[in-house]
Nanobody
Framework: QVQLVESGGGLVQPGGSLRLSCAASGSIFSINVMGWYRQAPGKERELVAAIRSGGSTNSADSMKGRFTISRDNAKRTVYLQMNSLKPEDTAVYYC?????????????WGQGTQVTVSS
C-alpha cells in the first residue's frame, strides 16, 4: 500500500512561519504531481500549491509570495514553507500525490495536519 504522512502543523502567531512535510512510502514506481490542499471549517477544500516531478510549480494567487512548495524526489517528500501566516490561513492542510504504483496510477491523500494561526 501507498501512504502519505504529513507533519509540521501546529499553532503559530500571525506573521509567523511553519514548514509542512509529506513523505510518501510503499510500493511506488514513480510520483508525478505532489501538492498541498487545505480546508477551513465550513469551506470547500482548495488547492494551495502543486509541484511536478520536474520541479515546475503552480499555486493559488492568495498564497503566492508567502508559501513555497518544494520536493525531494529521492526522499519522496514534498514540503510547504509558509511565511507571513494570517488567521485566514487556519485550516487542515492535506498532502496529495499522483502516484504510479505497481497496480496502476492513483491519487493518494494524507490524513491532514492542522494549522492554526492565532494570537
Amino acid at each position: 500500500q501507498v501512504q502519505l504522512v504529513e507533519s509540521g502543523g501546529g499553532l503559530v502567531q500571525p506573521g509567523g512561519s511553519l514548514r509542512l512535510s509529506c513523505a510518501a512510502s510503499g510500493s511506488i514506481f514513480s510520483i508525478n504531481v505532489m501538492g498541498w490542499y487545505r480546508q477551513a471549517p465550513g469551506k470547500e477544500r482548495e488547492l494551495v500549491a502543486a509541484i511536478r516531478s520536474g520541479g515546475s510549480t503552480n499555486s493559488a494567487d492568495s498564497m503566492k509570495g508567502r508559501f513555497t512548495i518544494s520536493r525531494d524526489n529521492a526522499k519522496r517528500t514534498v514540503y510547504l514553507q509558509m511565511n507571513s501566516l494570517k488567521p485566514e490561513d487556519t485550516a487542515v492542510y492535506y498532502c496529495n500525490a499522483d502516484i504510479n504504483d505497481y497496480n496502476g496510477r492513483y491519487i493518494y491523500w494524507g490524513q491532514g495536519t492542522q494549522v492554526t494561526v492565532s494570537s
